[in-house]
């Protein structure tokens, strides 16, 4: 997978509902011709022969199905070359249909259209042949042999042609009329082997498949049903017409399938979801799904894609497996929680030390900490903050999406915050009233202090679990125990000079691990509290 926008990759770790075709994502994509079949079911050649006609002379941009018919007719030699002149009428998703005009030479000047069953049927006046009318029922069997074949997975497209006058001349959507339906072609294309086991890998992750398609309905719900998707309810192009963006606002999020559907309306799809409050990606890698690309908070295409569509994505796969996307969610994930233990634990320390140096300024006729020392601090600080990058996270982290909440960082900021006040104003009791200290002694005990109780915090916020249950990486332990031997070097040290420390007794240091002990622990029980409080914590409350 390809990165083109990092900011997307917390996105991804969010994203609770994901989008996506059936042809090559759930499916192998190796679309194989099966059968073609006339109208009573049985096996035909002469409708793979006129099939070919259509798909050798379509002329707009070839597709996994006209692939498989020429690749039918190549091996049953039922094609011979075409040397003369044709018309068309290009494919579109309103009629769903292509139609080609030629000189055949078995049935002369002829109209031969391919496309969509009922599309098809419903241009159709004859059967097998012109002059024998269509009944309702045929009608009725027809649609019976189209269901039969469909609600096995089956895609099915209708093939049908109506005799034209010589000379040929240009087409419009008016010929498409009177047609004479010949026959059935039934496509295969089963689903990946490992798509049910994502599907299932996903759900536990949070993220609910939605597959959006513009194959036919049956089809589309047995694909569905094999990789263990909810087929209860399935939304046609024609039904998403005619719904009002508030109806399809509360239907596609209960909805996991969308059959029959135009490109144009994939984006109003991933509009209607985004209204519901859900993160929404979207996969795709045609003309058509650039905008829904674009609209989508995380777009997916894939390297072979059309270039406006791997311009709109935030991500571009290798290869179009759902595993690379669940993977993604993974790392999106990690990098969200271990950005969330930064924030939480950085900002928390932060106000704390602001509000206690504010608060100590008042009363300290010298400055509590000088400039240089303060600038230590902050750098050797952020050396154990840099290691969280690569720390471990919880399996619960993973389990579900989670997204930025401002009101839960400002209250985790506050609250914990607070408590790192409160030994703040213990130890500066202690120093200043019952100790007595010196103002160099104070400050570099209370720089040895803040300094033990941000790596304290660090490791207790890092987790919603209690400290001992969460084993941190050994990056991190190490970044943190390097920091901690320093800041109690420094003041023995030959910088101790430079930054204006003063050794420290030897009781006072112990004093100070002491109460940074009893803080974490302080800390450890307040995070407790915290966690379990849904108005505190938000969606981060553990459940």
Not at 261 to 270: A, F, L, M, T
């Amino acid at each position: 997978m390809i990165v083109r926008k990092l900011n997307a990759i917390e996105s991804l770790g969010a994203m609770s509902v994901m989008c996506t075709d059936k042809t090559g994502t759930l499916t192998s994509g190796q679309v194989v011709l099966d059968l073609a079949l006339d109208s009573k079911g049985q096996p035909s050649e002469e409708v793979l022969r006129l099939s070919a006609l259509n798909a050798a002379l379509q002329g707009g941009t070839k597709n996994p199905m006209d692939d498989a018919i020429m690749r039918k007719a190549g091996a049953l030699r039922v094609l011979q070359p075409l040397d003369q002149s044709y018309w068309r009428i290009p494919f579109d998703y309103s009629r769903k249909c292509v139609s080609v005009s030629i000189s055949d030479d078995a049935l002369g000047p002829v109209l031969i259209t391919k496309g969509a069953f009922g599309q098809v049927l419903a241009r159709c006046t004859a059967i097998e042949q012109p002059g024998r009318t269509l009944t309702p029922a045929d009608h009725a069997a027809l649609n019976k042999l189209h269901e039969a074949w469909a609600q096995k997975g089956i895609r099915v497209l209708a093939v049908a042609y109506r005799p034209l006058l010589m000379p040929l001349g240009p087409l419009s959507m008016r010929d498409e009329q009177d047609l004479c339906f010949v026959g059935l072609l039934c496509f295969v294309d089963p689903p990946k082997q490992d798509t049910a086991e994502m599907v299932g890998a996903l759900a536990r992750r949070g993220v609910q498949l939605k597959m959006i398609t513009g194959d036919d309905r049956l089809a589309a719900q047995a694909t569905a049903k094999a990789i263990g998707l909810d087929t209860d309810t399935v939304i046609t192009g024609s039904i998403l017409m005619s719904m009002s963006d508030q109806a399809l606002t509360h239907a596609a999020a209960a909805t996991s399938v969308f059959a029959e559907v135009d490109p144009s309306q994939k984006e109003r799809i991933v509009r209607a979801l985004q209204r519901s409050d859900l993160v929404v990606g979207f996969l795709g890698d045609g003309v058509n799904d650039a905008l829904a690309l674009h609209t989508a908070d995380v777009g997916i295409s894939v390297h072979n894609a059309v270039d406006v569509a791997r311009e709109a994505a935030d991500f571009v796969l290798m290869k179009k497996e759902l595993r690379l996307i669940y993977n993604g969610i993974d790392e999106g994930r990690r990098t969200f929680a271990n950005t969330m233990k930064y924030v939480l634990s950085t900002t928390s320390a932060n106000f704390g030390n602001m509000v206690s140096m504010g608060f100590i300024s008042l009363v300290l006729p010298f400055l509590p900490l000088l400039p240089s020392q303060i600038l230590l601090n902050n750098l050797l600080s952020d050396i154990p903050s840099a290691a969280l990058s690569k720390d471990t996270v919880d399996p619960e982290w993973a389990s579900a999406p989670h997204r930025f909440e401002l009101s839960m960082i400002r209250n985790a900021m506050i609250f914990f915050g607070l408590v790192s006040v409160i030994f703040d104003l213990a130890l500066f009791g202690l120093l200043l009233w019952v100790i007595e200290l010196a103002p160099g002694v104070f400050r570099t005990a209370w720089f040895i202090e803040s300094l033990l109780t941000e790596l304290a915090v660090l490791f207790v916020i890092r987790s919603r679990s209690a400290i001992w249950k969460s084993r941190p990486s050994a990056g991190l332990i190490l970044a943190s125990v390097a920091v901690a031997v320093i800041a109690l070097w420094l003041p023995v040290s030959p910088l101790a000079r430079l930054f204006e420390f003063e050794p420290l007794p030897g009781w006072v240091t112990l004093m100070i691990i002491g109460l940074t002990l009893l803080y974490a622990l302080s800390v450890e029980m307040a995070k407790h509290w915290f966690f379990h409080h849904p108005r505190l914590a938000g969606s981060f409350a553990v459940r």
